[in-house]
């Protein structure tokens, strides 16, 4: 009974409480911005001006420069300033609305500003006569449903964060997120090398992002009632289609992506037991790719080497490895092993 009282005395405590805090908090209310509102901003952003031109210029440069480099924060800069997320932003709202004529001029501004970025980063690559592929460019070589993902999150992220008022903030989180200005540089650098490679792959990258950020952009800006279902259907069904034709590459890198980590995790246990009867060895870096007929494998060993004893990897050993990776993962196997030389030095305390 004690147990009863007390819980019904905190009970109506706390509707006290509540009744003592209740308002009518009107102004931290977020309201979806009207529709005349939204239409002319977005029509400002379609609009193909000097101004868009200049800083999707000057993001292309920074942005090809970077990659160049392979500086991820000169990247990152490049993407918070590409003005790409307002014109595809304004295809998703087209898209809703129905409305061909702000379709059309956006459509033709990200034309024209994919033929600046690429037109840039080839140029820029050309005149440096730069040929080796930085760790950034090869990462936009490869997409897979992973960035297929991310394109739809931050698409409908852009689009809700353009209908509320007080969250604009989070687009540059989001240019960040989607990346829409590097794979344009990376297709520029594939041209200029010429790698047929790093072109495809990099305008596979672009056209994902493009596909998903439009096709998730609608689909808010749908259901925040700007627009409707049927007068986006036919926008809707073309993205979804391009989406599920860009799936099959995306999906099959996917799984290669899977396979390439479990076959890495096996070779690494494999290789930490081989090493441990070769002395004072660490493994610094394992890398695992893909050929047409296996495997290649490159690893990076460290042998200590101290005032007393050298630690040696003879080629007997490394051969001996060799066969043991290739009989547990039963493919043809290139190896390339790099043992790097390490001078380690211990004291005790000082008594």
């Known amino acids: 009974m004690k147990w009863h009282y007390r819980w019904k005395r905190f009970l109506v405590a706390l509707r006290r409480l509540q009744a003592r805090n209740q308002g009518d908090w009107f102004w931290l209310r977020s309201k979806p911005t009207p529709v005349a509102s939204l239409n002319r901003d977005l029509w400002r952003w379609a ?11 000057l993001s292309g440069v920074i942005a090809t420069l970077g990659l160049l480099a392979n500086s991820s924060a000169t990247i990152i800069g490049a993407m918070i300033i590409a003005p790409l997320m307002g014109p595809i932003n304004a295809i998703a709202f087209a898209m809703a609305m129905g409305n061909r004529r702000l379709l059309k001029r956006a459509t033709f501004t990200i034309l024209s500003g994919i033929l600046l970025s690429v037109l840039i980063a080839s140029i820029i690559t050309w005149l440096l006569g730069l040929s080796r592929l930085t760790a950034e460019i090869e990462i936009r070589m ?3 449903l992973i960035d297929l993902g991310v394109a739809l999150a931050a698409g409908a992220a852009g ?6 008022r007080h969250i604009a903030d989070a687009l540059p989180g989001v240019a960040i997120a989607v990346a829409l200005v590097p794979p344009l540089s990376v297709i520029g650098i594939g041209l200029a090398l010429p790698s047929r490679p790093v ?3 990099a305008a596979l990258l672009f056209l994902t992002n493009l596909a998903s950020i439009v096709l998730s952009g609608a689909l808010v800006f749908i259901l925040q009632k700007y627009g409707s279902l049927r007068r986006a259907q036919q926008g809707i069904t073309l993205s979804a289609l391009i989406l599920v034709c860009l799936g099959l590459p995306l999906g099959l890198s996917f799984r ?3 396979i390439q980590e479990k076959t890495r995790s096996r070779l ?12 004072n060895i660490e493994i610094n870096r394992l890398s695992v790719y893909r050929q047409h007929q296996g495997l290649i494998v ?4 460290a042998a200590s080497i101290t005032p007393v004893t050298v630690t040696s990897v003879t080629a007997k050993e490394v051969d001996a490895l060799h066969q043991a990776m290739e009989t ?6 290139t190896l390339e092993v790099a043992v790097v030389p390490v001078t380690r030095f211990q004291f005790q305390p000082s008594p």
């Open 47 to 57: 609009e193909p001006s000097a101004n868009y031109y200049t800083m999707l210029g």
């Open 142 to 144: 490869e997409p897979n």
């Open 159 to 164: 689009a809700f964060a353009k209908s509320r």
């Open 199 to 201: 072109a495809v792959g």
């Open 256 to 258: 290669d992506l899977v």
């Open 268 to 279: 690494l246990e494999l290789v930490a037991r081989q090493t441990q009867q070769w002395g």
């Open 298 to 301: 490159k690893l990076e060993l």
């Open 328 to 333: 547990t993962l039963g493919k043809a196997i």
